[in-house]
């Protein structure tokens, strides 16, 4: 889990994320937004107090595990994409079976 920054170093954040909970639809989680998140929090850790390394191990597992979900779901989707083209030119007549 990761820490929580203290509010006086997010009130820029604040203002601009305060319109984006109004919309119905959650933003999209996307890699940029993993790592402007661990950038922040390690620019604005306490250099006498410093994140424990075992968290900022655990952090790098979840952006990769981040990304192989993002990388699967684009896998998905390009499968998908050729079953409809198949599928659509098998219902044309324009696929011969040998």
């Known amino acids: 889990m990761m820490p929580t920054v203290s509010s006086s170093t997010t009130s820029g954040a604040t203002s601009q994320s305060s319109s984006a909970t109004t919309s119905s639809a959650p933003a999209p989680v996307t890699e940029n937004m993993f790592l402007k998140l661990l950038v922040a929090q ?3 850790q306490d250099p006498l107090n410093p994140t424990d390394g075992t968290a900022f191990v655990t952090q790098l597992a979840q952006f990769q595990q981040l990304e192989q979900s993002i990388n699967s779901g ?12 198949l599928v659509a030119a098998q219902g044309s007549g324009t696929v011969t079976q040998s």
């Not at 684009?74 to 083209?85: G, H, M, P």
């Open 74 to 85: 684009q896998d998905i989707t390009a499968i998908r994409t050729d079953l409809d083209q």
């Open 42 to 44: 390690l620019q604005n």
